[in-house]
């Protein structure tokens, strides 16, 4: 373990100490006072440098869980495989984690038959935890009381260049955790970063470590990386490494097969929207997502269902659906909250081709009217075809309409007709 680091002072970097979550401030001068060593560490330091604003401040202490409970009363200890510490303000916290030895050089440290980690919970000295974290940028640590930012392994060099570079025998690292491998995707997307040799080498030949990762765990991932304001730059690098077909394999075969380019520009055009309303603050949707990814799949099979069996279009929609999602969970969990609003945003799309004022506004006031509306627009965009582009333009104007003409840009009802021909025969009696 070198002993060597890069001590910056507060003078030599440009981190904007207004820019630092006070009460993670208080915590690490409480925690310095009872005599432990404790520091900003992680991805907030790494944001921090580079003048972002970090989305959580993480702590690292000498102090054992138990030690910080004792600090501080409205401190709830989680976790059985990495014991952490969480400071609660209300509803929010901060995490504080007992700085950890890697996995091998402690006792109750081990990895399984594949090299994975299984247990992890061994506490360390600073230089230690060091050496288990992923990336060089991700191991910088900020004493927010001194203004100092220790550097134990080129992890300043690293940001500067824009590089990303793993702790450590890249191999080992992506194998003991594959999902590092996506990590490594999302911040090259994020921070702009370069990944350096064997880093970005790896990750094509070792993908398929990722078959192995808990479907749960890839949902977060997948999530991070597609709703994290870099989604369209995420999609590429997925695809470069090939990585999509490990996390999306329905979408890459979409993608594969997709000769019109059409689905390619759905996927591209959501993307980018998203991107987009996450950079403006508004809020996106995951089922939004999902419906996106899966959409090609879904619609290729309904056409399917529908030639076989002869139902209608919304119940071959719906039939289609189950058999899609089924199979995504198995390897990307998309929880049953969101996999059921994304159902419904497919089997609204027929209902747009309704005309009749009473029918469309039953469909107006559906509460899942304005997703499946834009996912409307994005399919319409993206060259779906004609009758969509006839549907959505006169979704549009059926909304743009005042409410009383509305219903001159309406279809008579099919009783209503019903009624005309009756009148019309009585008069021609
Ligand atoms: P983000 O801004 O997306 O939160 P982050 O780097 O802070 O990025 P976190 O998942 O919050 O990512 O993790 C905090 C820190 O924990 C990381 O910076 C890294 O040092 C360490 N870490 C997280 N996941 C891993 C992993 N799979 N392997 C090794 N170290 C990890
Ligand atoms: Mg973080």
């Given at each position: 373990m070198p002993e060597q680091y890069i001590l910056l002072p507060a003078a030599e970097h440009?981190?904007?100490?207004?820019?630092?979550?006070?009460?993670?401030?208080?915590?690490?001068?409480?925690?310095?006072?009872?005599?432990?060593?404790?520091?900003?560490?992680?991805?907030?330091?790494?944001?921090?440098?580079?003048?972002?604003?970090?989305?959580?401040?993480?702590?690292?202490?000498?102090?054992?869980?138990?030690?910080?409970?004792?600090?501080?009363?409205?401190?709830?200890?989680?976790?059985?495989?990495?014991?952490?510490?969480?400071?609660?303000?209300?509803?929010?916290?901060?995490?504080?984690?007992?700085?950890?030895?890697?996995?091998?050089?402690?006792?109750?440290?081990?990895?399984?038959?594949?090299?994975?980690?299984?247990?992890?919970?061994?506490?360390?000295?600073?230089?230690?935890?060091?050496?288990?974290?992923?990336?060089?940028?991700?191991?910088?640590?900020?004493?927010?009381?001194?203004?100092?930012?220790?550097?134990?392994?080129?992890?300043?060099?690293?940001?500067?260049?824009?590089?990303?570079r793993l702790i450590g025998d890249p191999q080992l690292r992506y194998r003991e955790d594959p999902v590092r491998m996506i990590r490594a995707l999302r911040f090259a997307a994020r921070l702009g970063c370069s990944l350096d040799g064997e880093t970005g080498h790896l990750i094509r030949p070792m993908a398929n470590l990722l078959d192995a990762v808990a479907p749960a765990r890839l949902f977060d991932e997948l999530l991070k990386l597609l709703h994290g304001g870099y989604g369209f730059r995420s999609l590429q690098l997925l695809e470069e490494y090939g990585v999509l077909g490990f996390l999306l394999p329905l979408t890459d075969e979409s993608l594969e097969l997709d000769q019109s380019g059409c689905f390619r520009r759905l996927l591209e055009t959501a993307l980018q929207n998203t991107d987009q309303r996450i950079s403006e603050g508004k809020s996106v949707m995951p089922p939004f997502l999902f419906a996106v990814l899966l959409w090609e799949q879904v619609r290729v099979l309904a056409d399917e269902i529908m030639e076989e069996e002869g139902c209608p279009e919304v119940q071959a929609l719906n039939l289609a659906a189950g058999e899609i999602i089924s199979d995504q969970v198995q390897c990307t969990a998309i929880p049953r909250r969101f996999s059921n609003i994304t159902r419904e945003i497919w089997t609204l799309q027929p209902r747009f081709s309704y005309r009749e004022l009473r029918r469309a506004n039953t469909l107006f006031n559906n509460q899942r009217f304005r997703a499946s509306y834009d996912f409307l627009a994005l399919r319409a965009e993206a060259g779906e075809g004609e009758e969509v582009m006839a549907d959505y333009r006169w979704w549009t104007e059926f909304q743009q309409a005042r409410p009383d003409d509305r219903a001159a840009l309406c279809a008579p009802s099919a009783r209503k007709r019903r009624k005309k021909r009756k009148n019309k025969s009585r008069q021609e009696d």
């Open positions: 440009s981190i904007d100490p207004d820019a630092i979550d006070p009460r993670s401030r208080d915590i690490i001068k409480r925690l310095q006072k009872a005599g432990f060593q404790a520091y900003l560490v992680g991805g907030c330091v790494r944001d921090l440098l580079l003048g972002h604003q970090p989305k959580d401040f993480d702590i690292a202490t000498s102090a054992h869980p138990e030690q910080v409970r004792k600090l501080f009363s409205s401190c709830r200890l989680i976790g059985r495989r990495f014991r952490l510490a969480h400071i609660y303000y209300g509803r929010d916290y901060i995490e504080v984690a007992t700085f950890r030895a890697p996995h091998d050089t402690g006792q109750q440290g081990s990895v399984d038959a594949q090299g994975r980690i299984i247990h992890d919970n061994v506490y360390g000295t600073l230089e230690e935890d060091v050496w288990r974290r992923d990336f060089t940028i991700n191991a910088l640590f900020y004493d927010p009381v001194s203004g100092e930012v220790l550097d134990y392994i080129g992890g300043l060099e690293d940001l500067r260049a824009r590089r990303l």
